[in-house]
């Protein structure tokens, strides 16, 4: 679970261009659900996402993480709330890559290596064996059916192809919690509903969600459990709360 309390997030303070990109909010994110950030561009969504992801800070507020194995940063394998807000750079670095898997809007994927090797990229920092988080990226691959495509560079891969890549480069430290930044925006509506059923295998499997769209394949797909609003920062509205 990821609590927030009253989370806002201003840039330039001070100056004369001063804004708040995220004004008061407060939310739960349920854990093994799939949460939606709906909202037009400039809503605050994606800057929601991002300190939620521990790649930007608050301005003021709490973001709390439930049930996360902290035990790099505990000395023992503690599974109390834990106050993200302040946390030490090279703390909120760690957190970010084992417990959050990234889905980008551009897929952020490397020209010039394989397909194989942007799924393993992600992996090369945690110490783990070369020839383990191969075999896993592998078996990622395999699950999302762009394995006959290991050995080729991302730039002849075609778009639903670049998604697949992405998601299982996502999922290669086996983090708890998927964040997804537009993901069907350059992607036609066949792909799109392609996109939204892979999300449903995140989540049979046990992954909490989050993904900030405004497309309504996205938003009004069954698959939601909950639908949260934002406008100008704020949150607008909540459903789905089953």
């Not at 762009?146 to 639903?160: D, I, N, T």
């Amino acid at each position: 679970m990821i609590l927030l309390t009253n989370v806002t997030k201003t840039y330039n303070t001070g100056k004369h261009n001063q804004f708040t990109a995220v004004d008061d909010v407060s939310l739960t994110v349920e854990a093994g659900r799939l949460t939606i950030l709906k909202g037009p561009s400039g809503s605050g969504k994606t800057t929601l996402m991002a300190l939620i992801g521990c790649m930007a800070r608050p301005s003021s507020g709490r973001i709390q993480l439930h049930n996360i194995r902290t035990s790099f940063f505990t000395g023992a394998d503690s599974r109390a709330p834990l106050d993200i807000t302040s946390l030490p750079e090279r703390f909120l670095t760690e957190i970010r890559r084992t417990t959050f898997g990234f889905i980008f809007q551009q897929f952020n994927l490397v020209k010039g290596i394989s397909a194989l090797e942007n799924v393993m990229l992600p992996a090369y920092p945690t110490g783990e064996s070369q020839g383990a988080f191969r075999r896993r990226a592998l078996e990622l691959m395999e699950l999302f059916a762009v394995a006959r495509h290991a050995a080729s560079p991302v730039e002849w891969l075609s778009g639903g192809e670049l998604q697949r890549v992405a998601i299982a480069r996502a999922l290669i430290n086996n983090p708890a919690i998927v964040i997804a930044d537009e993901p069907t925006a350059h992607l036609d509506s066949k792909l799109s509903r392609e996109f939204m059923e892979m999300v449903g295998t995140l989540k049979a499997g046990g992954k909490t969600v989050l993904i900030a769209s405004h497309d309504p394949l996205v938003y009004d797909s069954e698959l939601a459990d909950t639908v949260i609003g934002m406008r100008d920062g704020r949150i607008t509205g909540l459903s789905g709360l089953s």
